[in-house]
């Protein structure tokens, strides 16, 4: 089954404390990208990665960083979590550029800094 | 630059009332155009898409014309059910790195 899978789920964690959100794709998409999604702000881009070992900053990078080593994988790091970070994340994948092209999004990683 | 904006909710309708979401967009080139679904507590996955002027886009009882003479992506279904409750979002796509999304629009359906 085609999919986007994320972990955790859910986290509840503390100011400063690093975490990683994994997240995985089995489509062999070479687009893969991060969301954010608050009440009244919709979907904010946070960083985007065209193929391995290519990331860029999307609208609201700042607080995050990703890496691309594999194709399938592309983790959100929090290095140093505060509280306007909480909130709900998506991790998404698309195939490449292609006209029509269209996302495929994971469950979401519920996100809360103490 | 790029845009889509989306009429906002909540709507409220009840069982077999007919929907309208509205969008319209503003976009260099000529877009890709999608509608999004968000169920509660699930991640967005496509309702249905269009990838040129007057393609209608279906799925499960929706349906969407892409205008370009009106900028315009309108969801639209016939009969809507409790299951519909869900957010809408549309989208469009240029290619490149980035999907511009609508605010979206959370939609109830009453028994």
């Known amino acids: 089954e085609a999919q986007v899978t994320q972990n955790p789920r859910y986290l509840i964690t503390v100011t400063g404390k690093k975490l990683t959100v994994t997240c995985s794709q089995n489509?062999?998409?070479?687009?893969m990208s991060w969301y954010r999604q608050d009440p009244g702000l919709g979907l904010r881009q946070i960083y985007y990665?065209?193929?391995?070992?290519?990331?860029d900053k999307g609208d609201v990078p700042e607080g995050y960083k990703v890496s691309r080593k594999e194709k399938r994988n592309f983790p959100l790091i929090l290095e140093s979590p505060s509280p306007n970070q909480t909130s709900l994340y998506f991790c998404?994948?698309?195939?490449?550029?292609?006209?029509?092209?269209?996302?495929?999004f994971g469950e979401g990683s519920r996100l809360t800094v103490l | 630059g790029n845009s889509v904006t989306q009429m906002e909710g909540p709507v409220t309708l009840s069982e077999e009332a007919f929907l309208t979401i509205n969008c319209t967009y503003t976009?260099?080139?000529?877009?890709?155009l999608f509608w999004y679904v968000q169920y509660p507590g699930e991640g967005l996955q496509l309702l249905l898409k269009a990838t040129k002027a007057d393609d209608k886009g279906s799925n499960k009882g929706f349906e969407a014309t892409y205008r370009k003479e009106t900028t315009s992506f309108h969801l639209e279904k016939g009969s809507v059910q409790v299951s519909d409750s869900a957010v809408y979002f549309c989208a469009l796509y240029t290619g490149g790195f980035k999907t511009i999304f609508g605010a979206g629009t959370r939609l109830f359906v009453k028994a």
């Open positions: 990665s065209m193929n391995v070992e290519v990331t």
């Open positions: 998404a994948s698309r195939l490449g550029s292609e006209r029509g092209g269209f996302l495929f």
């Open positions: 976009a260099t080139g000529y877009p890709s």
């Open positions: 489509m062999n998409h070479e687009y």
